[in-house]
């Protein structure tokens, strides 16, 4: 084995290999037309099946997110044309179809320039979400870019007498069929904006169309496509008005639809879209106007309930009342006090009754009771009294000048005169003085 070559992994093959497929612009978007083989639906919807001829197969994936949206779900031994990217599916080193439409083969071209130019006008965003205008409501003026020989137009106006006669309906003829039908188109939706922009110069925006209508009857494919052409797209995203796609039956799809701002299924479901019910608009003013009626009456029921209310406030402020009132609660008072008083009478008559006839005994106890208490505070002041004092050999020592009781022998000096009272009298004495008490 020579020194320069490069043994790779099995990994490493595979990611070389799926770089190579991957850098491929035609593998990147691809159409294959082919026989269907056996197909597997997996747990998580995704369908796996092969696309074959006589010389070769191919495996094909069809993530659930693209499939469920096809109208068209691919079946053993139909031979169709798929669309989407070859890449190489590193973990089995298998290479794959990564289907995102499929539809029955014989189609021919004009399907493929379908799908072509929608990606094409999809990336430049002219399909998108955030672009799309809302529909004025009750617009009373409208224009139909239609054929006027057509199914379509005639439906159109059925549509609007029967349910809002009230708007106005702007026909702008134009082909809506053929060769030059495109620029048929484009032509008149223009006539549309520059006879909207000459009203509002004079003054008269109101009688101008404030939505616009492109209607046509169901057809094939090649009748249909005036409405897949890049300019009738583009002019239809440019238009000053919003506008609202009516193009064939509920089966046919074209690029007006997806660069409409509304897209109804047929002309007759156009017109109803921009338009109400009138018969629905008038059961909706009757439960408006019932609701409001209910509404009122509450209202009124409510007012005249405050209304009573204060009636009675005032019935109660009102001065008469109040003296009434008054005149009332002093008659009341005055019968409660005189049956209390007459029962008091009553009760203090029979009271005394019975008070005579026990007061007799009640005074004997009273007075038994009042001695027996009287005795035994004489016995206790007899006990605790001065004389009891005196009796137990003890004297009581006053000054013979101001009678004041001698408590302290400095409170004397020899010679003052002193009244010494002991239990049975009272005689006089004179203080000594302090030798004649120590010779004592």
């Known amino acids: 084995m020579a020194g320069s070559t490069r043994i790779f992994s099995v990994g490493e093959a595979a990611r070389a290999i799926a770089s190579t497929v991957r850098a491929d612009e035609q593998l990147r978007d691809l159409w294959v037309e082919g026989e269907v083989g056996r197909v597997t639906i997996s747990s998580a919807a995704h369908a796996y099946f092969t696309l074959k001829d006589e010389r070769a197969a191919l495996q094909c994936v069809w993530f659930r997110d693209d499939r469920v949206r096809s109208p068209f779900q691919p079946q053993t031994g139909l031979r169709v044309v798929a669309h989407g990217r070859v890449d190489v599916y590193e973990a089995q080193g298998a290479l794959q179809l990564y289907v995102d439409s499929i539809q029955p083969s014989g189609v021919g071209d ?149 660069a409409a701002d509304v897209r109804a299924a047929t002309p007759t479901a156009a017109a109803e879209l921009v338009i109400p019910d009138r018969v629905e608009y008038a059961s909706a003013i009757m439960r408006g106007a019932e609701r409001m009626r209910v509404a009122g009456t509450r209202l009124l029921v409510a007012a005249r309930r405050d209304l009573d209310a204060e009636r009675r406030v005032l019935d109660r402020l009102n001065p008469a009342v109040r003296l009434a009132a008054t005149r009332q609660l002093a008659s009341d008072l005055l019968d409660r006090a005189t049956r209390a008083v007459r029962q008091r009478i009553a009760n203090a008559s029979s009271g005394e009754a019975r008070l005579a006839e026990a007061l007799p005994n009640l005074a004997s106890r009273l007075l038994g009771e009042r001695r027996a208490t009287l005795a035994e505070a004489a016995a206790a002041l007899a006990v605790l009294g001065p004389q009891a004092t005196l009796e137990r050999g003890y004297a009581i020592v006053r000054k013979a000048s101001d009678q004041s009781i001698v408590r302290d022998p400095a409170e004397v000096r020899a010679g003052s005169r002193l009244r010494v009272r002991v239990a049975h009298g009272e005689f006089p004495a004179t203080v000594a003085s302090e030798e004649e008490r120590l010779d004592a």
Do not use: Y
Not at 217 to 232: A, Q, Y
């Open 110 to 258: 004009l399907a493929i320039r379908f799908e072509q130019l929608k990606a094409k006008l999809a990336a430049e965003g002219l399909f998108a979400s955030e672009r799309k205008r809302a529909l004025p409501p009750r617009p009373q003026v409208v224009a139909v870019v239609s054929s006027p020989t057509g199914a379509a137009w005639k439906d159109v106006c059925q549509v609007f007498a029967r349910r809002w006669p009230l708007t106005r309906v702007v026909l702008v003829a134009c082909q809506v069929q053929g060769e030059g039908s495109a620029e048929s188109i484009v032509r008149a939706l223009r006539r549309i904006e520059k006879h909207v922009a000459n009203l509002a110069s004079e003054g008269r925006a109101t009688e101008a169309p404030v939505l616009t209508i492109v209607a046509r009857g169901g057809g094939s494919m090649e009748d249909l496509w005036s409405f897949n052409d890049e300019r009738v797209v583009r002019a239809i995203v440019a238009h000053a008005l919003p506008v609202v796609s009516g193009v064939g039956h509920e089966v046919d799809v074209t690029l007006t639809d997806f």
